[in-house]
């Protein structure tokens, strides 16, 4: 099952052969900026099922300041029409995909929403999926507690 993505205006298009997950909508505020909603939802892709079919020399990045530690925010965008995209990335076996650029249902539903403390103050969560704060989050994906200097003001724009 192949399922095709494109950004805005088309020049940048890629296609899967398989969304693994998670399909997380992350609330944080970068994540915010990136989207211009209250969260973006991004889909985990393994890299051996991605490949870009047009375009790839339109992308361009925007690193944001690391807030705590490598690796940083980086944000691939098109630099004809602005919109959000993927891009494999050396250090990761998987890539975050936007999950509203696929032309197609990927077959998988979110599975959670991150960064919860992050929600803007005219939406809410009105679904049943599980919540994870910045601090739960990090717990559940690497097992440790938070380190010091992990703060919600830290995280926020700066
Ligand atoms: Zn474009
Ligand atoms: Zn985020």
Redesign the pocket.
Known sequence: MTITGSCLCGGVSFEIDEASGPFEI???????KVSGGSG?P?IGVRKEHFRFTAGEELIRTYTAPVLYRPPA?IVPFCSVCGSPLPLPNDDFDELEIPAGLLDADPGIKPDKH??VEFLPQWDSIDDDLPTFTLEQIYKHRTGNDLPPGFTRKQHGTS
């Open positions: 992350c609330h944080c505020n970068r994540c915010r973006m991004v925010y991150i960064f």
